[in-house]
């Protein structure tokens, strides 16, 4: 099919300026050409299927970087999670990509769900059986014996252990694979100030991941588990809480490690829209939430992080309590209004830079000719206001049609 998709601005995802009263052309799963609605010519619009949005602003598609497809995200996960059946995750995990793609998230990454249920969701979505975003998957995340999501399915202590899971979330189709670092606030009894595994395991952890052609995020929330993981060369920090290990501080923040972090390229998810969703949401604190117990700290942090020089990737943590999955916009909006940076930057980081993490820079990320038709129309310019990015009112994805001029079509 062909569309002609045109709107008062078009933000392209790599930073530069807004271009004004902008046309994109998408031939069956692909863009064709990008330009100003004057330069469209008659070879352009003939048989062409066109969408005008007048008071819209053309943009690449949401990548959502840490899912969670099979959770609820509602108050009980935990429980949920570790008494439902294979067949309710499928159902729940149907509905969330579904979700996921009628809010504007185009390419979806999973990064941890239980025993194998994500491979065949990702199958169904390819296949055309289910509606769903373009969807990347770690399997089983791998962690110690009775760590951090221990109930998912894999535990591993030593460097073979792990590396035989690797092997084995290889084998599955993992298309990343996903360590847990240091302790988590969903699982009862780990630590979330403590690593669980030492700077050598999470070495070979890497070495082996790279060998298969696959990156390794890392969930890490304790100062000494950032650390190990730096200094592994992992490639995707989750959370980077900067936990200190004494339990009279909340934060042991290292800025020469932030440095390092910069230097190595590593690219960090810091979940950090999940504390204003439990605000908005009046979830009562749980363990974990000792990570955003000083949230104003937390984004200062963060901050600091960021004028280093670090990479910011937008994961929400969804099918987490509260984090639903159509709560997409709320990531960016959180990093102007409490990081401080600005509505463009927002945006990159969730269109092209999290492409580069995924090292699907190639394909995705940017409205750029070549690539694949993944764009959104939000009404209103969210280079000015950042909020207009929850009001999404067309949607295409691989160069389908999802949602037109505010009607949903899946
Ligand atoms: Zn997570």
Partial sequence: MKFVLKADRLIDGSATEVVKNAAVVVEDETITKVCSQSELNSVDLDSAHIIDHSGGTLMPGFIEMHSHIHCSAESDAYEHITTETNETFLLRGSQAVRSSLSSGVTTMRDLGSRNEVVFPLRQSIEEGIIPGPRLLVAGTPITTTGGHCNMFGTEADSSEQVVRAIRNQFKLGA?????????GGFTPGTNVRAPQYDWNTLKDAVEDAERLGLKVAAHCHATEGVKNCVKAGIHNLIHCSWMSENPDELYDYDPDVADQIAEKGIYVDPTLALSHLNNLRGRVKRADSGAMADPERRFEILRDMWDRGVKFVTGMDSGMTNAHFDDFAYIP??????????????????????????????????ITPGKSADILIVNGDPSEKIEALHNVDTIVSRGSLVKELGQLLI
């Fill in 333 to 366: 909006e959180v990093m102007v209004n409490s990081m401080g940076i600005s509505p463009m930057e927002a945006i990159t980081c969730a269109t092209k830079t999290s492409a580069e993490c995924l090292g699907k820079e190639n394909e995705i990320g940017t």
């Fill in 175 to 183: 298309d990343h694979i996903k360590i847990m670092s240091t302790g």
